[in-house]
């Protein structure tokens, strides 16, 4: 079933369709939030009250543009909106410790070091200015193009090729100190 | 490791749990009534522009039609009790009938 269907027979009346959308980008959502904010013990509260935004804000939603593309907005919105309420910042402490791939290929030594360059890039990131790392996370993990990421962010294409030369650009410094 | 290597590295992390939250969106959006969307059937938007372009067109037929007089009290005076002297002709034909009087009438008042 297409989102415009489902959309549409949400909005007709029939509410209980609503869980398809949050079951099909529930964890779309929850990998954005994680990537943007990396506190995981928000990430479900995030994504919850992502969907509920989305449901007030459907009647206004024309599919001028794809359903995925409003949901990463209000994503990156609801993101913003939390980290400035929590003032809070991306820490190394707050990332869950990943199931390391290919952890028998590496000796030890290469191990922690790879360890201390990603808890190194995820802070770097968490000190970055909001707009820089919304578009920083859209456009290398999700693979974002410029003007999608305009369309999200609702800026021009401009703004968005310099935040993202800026966000490198700070992040290269950081990670260089 | 460059920048771009590292940040790729980064990309291929997802958050590594199961997220589910159906249960608590659906129990919340559907506790509250007033988050209940209602069904859109008008489309406001071209209304509610076609309802100002018409203010604004009423507006300056308004100005334009009924502008206020820049006569003088004086001369709206003046022109009032002029409409007033003609307005006493009966007919067109007692005037006709009685060229003079009228048209010596303010002559003679002044000759007086």
């Known amino acids: 079933m297409e989102d415009k269907q489902i959309v549409d ?7 209980r369709q609503y869980a ?23 990430i479900e509260e ?22 995925s593309s409003y949901i990463y ?9 939390m980290l400035k309420k929590a003032k809070r910042f991306v820490s190394t402490d707050e990332y ?16 922690i070091i790879y360890n201390e360059q990603m808890d190194q890039l995820r802070t770097a990131i968490g000190h970055l200015k909001d ?14 193009s410029y003007q999608d990421i305009a369309d999200v962010m609702q800026c021009t294409l401009s703004k968005v090729e310099s935040l993202i030369f800026r966000a490198k650009k700070n992040l290269a410094k950081e990670i260089k100190q | 490791m460059t ?8 990309s291929q992390q997802e958050y590594p749990r199961k997220v589910d939250v159906v249960d608590r969106v659906m129990a919340q959006v559907q ?47 003046l022109a009032i009790s002029q409409f007033n002297d003609y307005s006493s002709w009966n007919t067109v034909e007692e005037a006709a009938a009685n060229p003079y009087e009228y048209l010596y009438e303010d002559d003679e008042e002044e000759n007086l």
């Open chain 1, 20 to 42: 398809v959308i949050v079951e099909r980008y529930q964890q779309i959502v929850a990998n954005l939030t994680y990537k943007l904010c990396g506190n995981r013990l928000e």
């Open chain 2, 3 to 10: 920048l771009e290597q590292t940040l790729e590295q980064l």
């Open chain 1, 131 to 144: 707009e820089q790392r919304t578009a920083l996370v859209l456009y290398t993990f999700e693979n974002f």
């Open chain 1, 9 to 15: 027979a949400v909005l007709a009346g029939d509410t």
């Open chain 1, 46 to 67: 995030v994504t919850q009250q992502v969907f509920v935004e989305l449901y007030t804000a459907l009647p206004r939603f024309r599919f001028d543009s794809k359903l």
């Open chain 1, 73 to 81: 907005r209000i994503t990156v919105n609801v993101v913003s909106k």
């Open chain 1, 96 to 111: 869950e410790d990943f199931p390391e791939q290919q952890s028998d290929e590496r000796n030890a030594q290469q191990q």
């Open chain 2, 31 to 77: 506790q509250k009534p007033y988050l209940r969307p209602v069904r859109r059937t008008v489309n406001w938007r071209p209304i509610s522009i076609a309802a100002a372009a018409a203010v604004v067109a009423l507006f300056i037929v308004n100005i334009t039609i009924f502008r206020p007089s820049t006569l003088s009290n004086e001369d709206m005076g």
